[in-house]
C-alpha cells in the first residue's frame, strides 16, 4: 500500500487516487505559453487546485506571486530540480518570487544543527537555483527563523503564523496529517504563513493571486492553509492556487530521496560519477537476455533512464518519442539506452558546473548586501 505524506513517501503512487482523495482537480487545455515548460506539456503537472486564477492573471499580463519552500537537506538532486524549473518559469511569466528556507521545519523534524541546515540552504539550494537561472532581483528570498531585517515586515508573518492557530482544530490536524507532535503543528501554521503573507499589506500594495507548486507529499500543508485562510477575519485573503506534480522516480525506484545518495543524481555530481551510478543503480525496463529484448521488447515505462529523459532531460518531444518506441520494440537496447541518458547528463553536469561557479558569486555577494 502506497504512503504519501509530508514526512514519508512509499509505495506505488496512484495518482488519479490522489486526485479523487485530496479533492483536487485534473490539470488539462492550458494555454500555449504554459506548453512550454516540459513539465505541463508532458502532465508531469498533473492536478492543481484554482489555477485558473495564475492562468488569467498571466494572459491578462496582471501581477501574480508564486510561492514555495525548501527543505535544506542534503543534496540537491534532479527531484528538486523539477520544482526549481517551475520557480523560474513562473518568474520569466513575470511572477514575484518568494523563497523560503524551511529551517524551522526542518529543526522540528530532522536536525537541530542550524549551523548546517544554512550552510546546505546556501550552497546546495540556492546556488544551484541561480545557475539554473533564478534572478535574485526579483526574489524575496528568506529564512523561516529570520524572516525579515525590516521589523513591520517580520512582525506581520510571525504575528499570522500565530493567530492562524486560533483557526485550526486538533483534529483537523490528525484527519490531514495522521500523527501530529508539536513539532508538526507548529510547522504547519508556520507553513501557512509563508504561503499567504504575501497578501499581507506590508509586502503588496493589495492582495495578489499565489501559486504553489508542490508534490503530492507536500499538499497537506496546502490543505491547511486553505482551510484557515477561509476562517480568518482580520485578513480577505485570496484562495491561494497550487499545482501538484510527480515524483521523479529515484535510480533504484521508488521517489528520489536525499538520504539515499544510491537513488538521485545530484547536481553536483561529477559526469563520471553520474555515469557510474546511471550504470550500477539505474532500475532497467529490459529483458533478461537479448535474445527475449530483441524478442519482446523493454518497458519504457519503468524504465528509470527512460524516465528522466521524460522528465526533462530530453527536451525535444519528438526525439523522446522515438526512443519510447525504439526501446518498447527491442530496438533499443538497456544499455544503449542508458548511454543516451549518460551523454544527456554528462553534457548537462558539464555545462552546470560552470554556471554554478559563477553563480556562487552572486550569490555570495546577495547575501552578504541583504545580511542574510
Known sequence: MATVTPWEVKGNIDYDKLIKNCGLKPLK??????????????????????????????????????MTGLMPSGKF????????????FYQNLGAKVYLTVADIEAYNSRT?????????????????????????????????????????????????????????TFNEFKAIYGTVSPGKLSASLLQAADMLHPQLPEFSEKPLPVVIPVGADQDPHLRIARDVAKRIKLHKFIP???????????????????????????????PEAAAKKIKKYAFSGGQATLEEHRKKGGNPDVDVSYQMLFYGLEEDDKKLKEIYANYKSGKLLSGELKNIVIEKLTTFLTEHHKKRKAAEKVVKKYILEHNL
Request: some cysteine; proline content about 1%; aromatic content about 10%.
Open 77 to 88: 538532486h534532479f527531484g528538486h530540480k523539477m520544482v526549481a524549473d517551475q520557480i523560474i
Open 29 to 66: 487545455n492550458l494555454p500555449e505559453i504554459f506548453q512550454k515548460q516540459v513539465l505541463f506539456r508532458r502532465e508531469i503537472i498533473f492536478a492543481h487546485r484554482d489555477f485558473k486564477r495564475i492562468v488569467d492573471a498571466v494572459e491578462n499580463n496582471d501581477s501574480f506571486v508564486m
Open 112 to 168: 537541530t544543527d542550524m549551523e548546517l541546515l544554512r550552510k546546505t540552504a546556501i550552497e546546495e539550494y540556492l546556488t544551484n537555483y541561480v545557475a539554473l537561472g533564478l534572478d535574485l532581483d526579483k526574489c524575496d528570498f528568506y529564512f523561516q527563523s529570520k524572516r525579515s531585517n525590516d521589523g513591520k515586515k517580520s512582525n506581520a508573518y510571525y504575528s499570522l503564523a500565530s493567530m492562524l492557530a486560533r483557526h485550526a
Open 240 to 270: 491561494l492556487s497550487s499545482t501538484n506534480h510527480k515524483f521523479m522516480p529515484g535510480l533504484k525506484g521508488g521517489k528520489m530521496s536525499s538520504s539515499d545518495e544510491t537513488s538521485y543524481i545530484a547536481l553536483s555530481d561529477s
